[in-house]
Nanobody, 127 residues
Framework: QVQLAESGGVAVQSGGALRLSCAAS????????MGWFRQAPGKEREVVTT???????SYVDSVKGRFTISQDNAKNTLYLQMNSLKPEDTAMYYC?????????????????????WGQGTQVTVSS
């Protein structure tokens, strides 16, 4: 069984920086993909960024150049470094994990493809 727990969400002013953490426990004996999703009030959950077991990353256009996803395998922790935050970044942020087929070239981006989720952590950016 895989369990995920996010932390680090807080209220911050526009232009500020924040680092979210996702502690993982358990193990999946297969290739995997980790990702960060977010959901703002009145909007559907969207993928923010993903990283696979080879370190390949992808980002939604709105956060490119500002957010960075990384993982520390020794600590079983996933991170999301968020710089130059904007009010539009306000949302509940979730970390998630998905098994990855051996032939996969990139991580999925649909929420339904991720089977493991954290409880979420709120990020609020004020102007």
């Amino acid at each position: 069984q895989v369990q995920l727990a996010e932390s680090g969400g807080v209220a911050v002013q526009s232009g500020g920086a924040l680092r979210l953490s996702c502690a993982a426990s358990g193990y999946i004996d297969s290739r995997y993909c980790m990702g960060w999703f977010r959901q703002a009030p009145g909007k559907e959950r969207e993928v923010v960024t993903t990283i696979d077991d080879n370190g390949r990353t992808s980002y939604v256009d709105s956060v490119k150049g500002r957010f960075t996803i990384s993982q520390d395998n020794a600590k079983n922790t996933l991170y999301l470094q968020m710089n130059s935050l904007k009010p539009e970044d306000t949302a509940m942020y979730y970390c998630a994990a998905a098994p990855l087929a051996w032939w996969s070239r990139r991580c999925p981006s649909a929420s339904g493809d991720f089977g493991y989720w954290g409880q979420g952590t709120q990020v609020t950016v004020s102007s």
